[in-house]
Nanobody, 125 residues
Framework: QVQLVESGGGLVQPGGSLRLSCAAN??????IAWFRQAPGKEREGVVC????????HYADFVEGRFTFSRDVAKNTVFLQMNSLKPEDTAAYYC????????????????????WGQGTQVTVSS
């Protein structure tokens, strides 16, 4: 059973940056992803990493502002978010699945079996 714990959320002004962390007891060769969910909206994928070949797929709305990285030794992944916008306000979740491979940016929350509790990101002046 994979256990995930996110941290690093907070309040930031538009244009600012945050780095989210997701610590795991273990990661498998299956996909690791970040999702987000704003109030009243469906959970949407932000980025998916395939550890097997190190490919990553970002959602179109990222527009080069976010970077997904991984510290294998520490079983931790990160989401560096720059140039934040008010519309980035949401709860951000880390997810993984030992069998999944993300083919493109159209990965779905329903495909992932392990989830963290989420960390809130609020972008506001």
């Amino acid at each position: 059973q994979v256990q995930l714990v996110e941290s690093g959320g907070g309040l930031v002004q538009p244009g600012g940056s945050l780095r989210l962390s997701c610590a795991a007891n273990k990661f498998t060769r299956g996909a690791i992803a970040w999702f987000r969910q704003a109030p009243g909206k469906e959970r949407e994928g932000v980025v998916c990493l395939n550890p097997s070949d190190r490919t990553t797929h970002y959602a179109d709305f990222v527009e080069g502002r976010f970077t997904f990285s991984r510290d294998v030794a520490k079983n931790t992944v990160f989401l560096q978010m720059n140039s934040l916008k008010p519309e980035d306000t949401a709860a951000y979740y880390c997810a993984s699945d030992f069998e999944l491979y993300c083919d493109d940016s159209r990965f779905s929350a329903s495909d992932f079996r392990s989830w963290g509790q989420g960390t809130q990101v609020t972008v506001s002046s």
